[in-house]
T-cell receptor, first 115, second 115 residues
Framework: AQTVTQSQPEMSVQEAETVTLSCTYD???????LFWYKQPPSRQMILVIR??????QNATENRFSVNFQKAAKSFSLKISDSQLGDAAMYFC????????????FGEGTQLTVNP | EPEVTQTPSHQVTQMGQEVILRCVPI?????FYWYRQILGQKVEFLVS????????KSEIFDDQFSVERPDGSNFTLKIRSTKLEDSAMYFC?????????????FGPGTRLTVL
């Protein structure tokens, strides 16, 4: 079974600084998708960024980028120019390529942004 | 922008009672999901639904749980006889029109409290 591990329960960053959240996963599949979801205090799940495993290029979305290391099964999220609104719980998630298959989530990292 | 909606936002029930959580997925989506998040823990997959039948379920999804798509728009999760440990946030999600993996769009969640 696939597993996703986030080893940092909590992280903090100063406003305008950069922070990196770590995620590792385990799978025997060669094609899959990885996601970072943000969960603010409202507990709504919001997709931040996604990465297709077959793409070598790291995904970027404005201030958010990933460092995808397929061989190491590592998928970290970098947030640049951190803003107060970035404060939230961040979940890493794994999904197989098959349409309709489940997402497997990590334990989450609580990010605090200090003014 | 289309979104997944869930009702109610908060449900309080007595142990042993039946509850039905309701979801309206995005209208042209084909795959539907329920996830659960116990407070302070990770998001866990419960069940996926496609073409009017369950396509995958987790070990959490036992005989106490059932899902239904009673009409063309609603997707429901029923818990037959609630237990204290069923207290959690329940997220509905929907995805895709088929083909390669599509993003799962999450609803805002229903907070279930079992007393």
């Amino acid at each position: 079974a696939q597993t996703v591990t986030q080893s940092q329960p909590e992280m903090s960053v100063q406003e305008a600084e950069t922070v990196t959240l770590s995620c590792t996963y385990d799978t025997s599949e060669s094609d899959y998708y990885l996601f970072w979801y943000k969960q603010p205090p409202s507990r709504q799940m919001i997709l931040v960024i996604r990465q297709e495993a077959y793409k070598q290029q790291n995904a970027t979305e404005n201030r958010f980028s990933v460092n995808f290391q397929k061989a190491a099964k590592s998928f970290s999220l970098k947030i640049s120019d951190s803003q107060l609104g970035d404060a939230a719980m961040y979940f890493c998630a794994y999904g197989e390529e098959t349409s309709g298959s489940r997402l497997t989530f990590g334990e989450g990292t609580q990010l605090t942004v200090n003014p | 922008e289309p979104e997944v909606t869930q009702t109610p936002s908060h449900q309080v029930t007595q142990m042993g009672q039946e509850v039905i959580l309701r979801c309206v997925p995005i209208s042209n989506h084909l795959y539907f999901y329920w996830y659960r998040q116990i407070l302070g823990q990770k998001v866990e997959f419960l069940v996926s639904f496609y073409n009017n039948e369950i396509s995958e379920k987790s070990e959490i999804f036992d005989d106490q749980f059932s899902v239904e798509r009673p009409d063309g728009s609603n997707f429901t999760l029923k818990i037959r006889s609630t237990k204290l440990e069923d207290s959690a946030m329940y997220f509905c999600a929907s995805s895709g029109r088929g083909g390669k993996r599509d993003e799962q769009f999450f609803g805002p969640g229903t907070r279930l409290t079992v007393l």
